[in-house]
């Protein structure tokens, strides 16, 4: 079994600082990929970075040059900075990670149930 659980999440003012976290805990060999997504009502959910296991990034340039995407492989945790947020990056985040549960298993997508970020002005 692997869980991944996000933390982190809840308001903050538009200009201000907010970091989320996402653990992955459980069966697992290894963890490629990880990366967040978010969804706004009555919007679908994107990808807003990702982070390979080698370290390469990659944004949605709705938050390029003000979201950070870092990841601690000894724990197994990714993180997003978010920097000068503004109320359009409200929405719920999901947590992914692209897990090898063991050495010939396939890799898979396990996420997070989300958590909630409210940006106000």
């Known amino acids: 079994q692997v869980q991944v659980a996000e933390s982190g999440g809840g308001l903050v003012q538009a200009g201000g600082s907010l970091t989320l976290s996402c653990a992955a805990s459980?069966?697992?060999?290894?963890?490629?990929?990880m990366g967040w997504y978010r969804q706004a009502p009555g919007k679908q959910r994107f990808l807003v970075a990702l982070?390979?296991?080698?370290?390469?990034?990659n944004y949605a340039d709705s938050v390029k040059g003000r979201f950070t995407i870092s990841r601690d492989n000894t724990k197994n945790t990714v993180y997003l900075q978010m920097n000068d947020p503004n109320p359009e990056d409200t929405a719920v985040y999901y947590c992914?990670?692209?897990?090898?549960?063991?050495?010939?298993?396939?890799?898979?997508?396990?996420w997070g149930q989300g958590t909630q970020v409210t940006v106000s002005t």
């Open positions: 992914y990670a692209e897990i090898q549960t063991w050495r010939f298993g396939a890799k898979d997508n396990y």
């Open positions: 982070i390979t296991n080698g370290g390469s990034t």
């Open positions: 459980g069966s697992i060999f290894n963890i490629y990929t």
